[in-house]
């Protein structure tokens, strides 16, 4: 069965370094999604993307972060200048062009900014 | 503006008995509703989706959620709980039709199920 997968799995950095997450969607689907979830705390909307620009984003996606597809394969999600608070579960997600609100979900990155 | 109610934030429940998972949504619109779970170090998995078809809702694992417009409720069920079903279950809701597929998740139940 297709899935999405997510790497690294765990990613360690520097308050003020920049990050890349990098997620592979399942390779039909059109509509592609960033969520994160903070330890103990809900699981949040970041950004959805589609045909090759921002959908919708939430107050989160401030200007450290940016979205892109840098092939026919990749969605890749960058925050430009960490922050403590930017330690979290970032999950990428997918969904086909037709039932856009069922969303496969990847295992998840942890990001812990020290 | 839509938002989901989890009502327990922890369940605890012996093998063999019934698992109910509560859930109470918001949404000006007519909803989608899903429950995803998340096991351990893992991702989040789809168990069922609600899409004003019927209102009892057969998924995964032996899960279903009934939804119940009268009373806001989208509560997951399953009649005899595994040790497998030891989780974290999210309740969340798409207002589908104002955004493009926006998920508003709850806040999670964890579900522990003791031999």
């Known amino acids: 069965e297709p899935e999405v997968t997510q790497t690294p799995s765990h990613q360690v950095t520097q308050m003020g370094q920049e990050v890349i997450l990098r997620c592979v969607p399942i390779?039909?689907?059109?509509?592609f999604y960033w969520y994160r979830q903070i330890l103990g705390q809900k699981v949040e909307f970041l950004v959805s993307?589609?045909?090759?620009?921002?959908?919708?984003k939430s107050e989160i996606f401030d200007d450290q972060f940016s979205v892109e597809r840098p092939d026919g394969s990749n969605f890749t999600l960058k925050i430009r200048s960490t922050k403590l608070e930017d330690s979290a579960m970032y999950f990428c997600?997918?969904?086909?062009?037709?039932?856009?609100?069922?969303?496969?979900f990847g295992p998840g990155t942890r990001l812990t900014v020290l | 503006a839509q938002s989901v109610t989890q009502l327990d934030s922890h369940v605890s429940v012996s093998e063999g008995t019934p698992v109910l998972l509560r859930c109470n949504y918001s949404?000006?619109?007519?909803?989608?509703l899903f429950w995803y779970v998340q096991h351990p170090n893992k991702g989040l998995q789809l168990l069922l989706k609600?899409?004003?078809?019927?209102?009892l809702v057969k998924g995964i694992n032996g899960f279903e959620a009934e939804f119940k417009k009268s009373e806001t409720s989208f509560h997951l069920t399953k009649p005899s709980a595994h040790m497998s079903d030891a989780a974290e279950y999210f309740c969340?809701?798409?207002?589908?039709?104002?955004?493009?597929?926006?998920?508003?998740f709850g806040k999670g139940t964890k579900l522990s199920v003791k031999p």
């Open positions: 997600a997918s969904s086909a062009l037709i039932n856009t609100d069922t969303q496969y």
């Open positions: 390779s039909n689907h059109l509509y």
């Open positions: 993307f589609y045909n090759n620009e921002i959908s919708e």
């Open positions: 949404s000006s619109y007519s909803p989608s």
């Open positions: 609600y899409t004003s078809a019927a209102t």
């Open positions: 969340v809701v798409s207002d589908y039709g104002r955004s493009q597929g926006n998920l508003i």
